[in-house]
């Protein structure tokens, strides 16, 4: 009987646990070929004049590839590296390896998806089925109280329904054994200035968090073995504000280092030990708002953004150079804590969510700045870039998104007491 071979095409889902498209292939198959493709397009600018990733979470992808590539040597096999767009790439793989189904993740991102039909246009050709999988939530669809065209467009209506009436399913378990297609050749990772960035930018980079699966796993390990009562210290010399909480596990979250699902399960298992508390909380609401967003791109598509003239609307903030958007990029517009902030984004590609949303009104509604060039500098600077949460946070900064008049999404007048608040406390405006 001929080998049936799968042909596995990771994307924002870099790690071996939970993750159910490899447990599948593995299962249906008598071996897997992993790739990834290094698609340009990620590495180019914008309209916006921004780069679609900077270098800060460029070389965490880069790490979190290295690290998988090493998860897989550990099994005795590799994952192939593609310089190029999958659509154009993927059917010479078919061919070679004589693939028999192609599995990877649908992601909701009208960018991603529109890549995921060129490829299943292109393999459809072939008779080559392109089988999607859902692992980026907390929950899954089907799981959900409700249908997709049914989602609550209040993220408190969103969260009340879920926590009452979802489920949180358990984790698929990590591979004991994988085999791999036969591959002489599995690719070299490429650097930083093969992906088109200068090397004295790199210099430039304050380390902030190591990409990759195990990295990922410690630093939840070691936030829930301190019972999850752990302030991240901001940097005083950058950031004014008392410290808070922040898990920081974002970065992992968004390109599938980590799974919400296992993070959850986690947290629950320290309640057990610790019990109840703030920290706590704070995380299951961050991912129940990474979620959300997801499922409002899953049901509105772009129309989740979509406010009157928003294309006439960007092309004017375009098309003129805007002194003041440049200050509020480099922090220099003489605000301490805008700066601040500013100075920390640029430096190591994070801010805490307190800190966007400031930064955020700021630009939108002090400067009155359009709020998609502050959306696209947020897609090159954030370590943590997911274009649901991104665009979406953006949107509801500016009163755009489908929750523009929940409370829970963004209090205006709670951001701008706070700005100022922030200027009355500077001795430099004293």
């Not at 490899?22 to 780069?51: C, H, M, Q, W």
């Amino acid at each position: 009987m001929k080998n049936k071979k799968i042909l596995v095409w990771f994307r924002n889902d870099l790690r071996l646990h939970d993750n159910e498209m490899l447990v599948e292939a593995i299962a249906k198959s008598d071996s897997i070929l992993p790739v990834y493709f290094f698609d340009p397009r990620y590495f180019e600018n914008t309209r916006f004049g921004t780069a679609k990733t900077g270098i800060v979470r460029a070389s965490f992808l880069l790490e979190s590839i290295l690290s998988l590539r090493k998860a897989f040597q550990r099994f005795g096999g590799d994952i192939l590296l593609v310089q190029g767009k999958p659509e154009d790439m993927i059917r010479d793989l078919v061919e070679q390896f004589d693939i028999a189904e192609v599995y990877h993740h649908r992601e909701v991102g009208p960018e991603e998806t529109e890549i995921s039909g060129h490829v299943e246009d292109l393999l459809w050709t072939l008779k080559i089925n392109l089988k999607h999988f859902i692992g980026h939530t907390l929950y899954n669809k089907e799981d959900l109280p409700f249908p997709i065209k049914d989602i609550p467009d209040v993220f408190a209506q969103f969260k009340k329904k879920t926590e009452r009436d979802a489920i949180v399913k358990a984790c698929f378990l990590t591979p004991e054994h994988i085999d791999f297609v036969e591959n002489a050749d599995w690719g070299q990772l490429p650097s930083l200035k093969d992906l088109g960035f200068e090397t004295v930018a790199g210099a430039m980079i304050e380390k902030y968090a190591t990409g990759g699966e195990d990295s990922g796993l410690q630093h939840l390990a070691q936030l829930l073995e301190a019972g999850a009562d752990i302030y991240l210290k901001q940097n005083t010399k950058h950031t004014p504000e008392k410290p808070g909480f922040s898990s920081r596990l974002s970065a992992w979250l968004t390109i599938g280092c980590l799974s919400p699902r296992m993070v959850y399960w986690k947290v629950k298992e320290a309640e057990g030990v610790f019990g109840l508390n703030a920290n706590f909380s704070q995380i299951f609401l961050g991912l129940l708002w990474r979620d959300y967003f997801r499922f409002m791109f899953k049901k509105h598509g772009i129309a989740f953004l979509q406010e009157t003239d928003l294309e006439k609307d960007i092309m004017q903030a375009i098309e003129r150079v805007d002194p003041a958007l440049e200050k509020w990029k480099t922090g220099c517009t003489a605000h301490p804590v805008v700066d601040k902030y500013m100075y920390d984004l640029n430096a190591t590609g994070f801010i805490p969510h307190s800190g966007r949303l400031l930064v955020a009104t700021y630009l939108v509604h002090v400067l009155k700045i359009h709020w998609t060039c502050g959306a696209a500098y947020f897609e090159e600077k954030l370590i943590d870039y997911a274009p649901a949460s991104n665009w979406g946070n953006w949107a509801s900064v500016a009163g755009i998104g489908k929750d523009a008049r929940s409370k829970n999404t963004f209090d205006l007048n709670k951001q701008i007491k706070i700005l100022d608040i922030a200027v009355a406390d500077s001795p430099s405006f004293a």
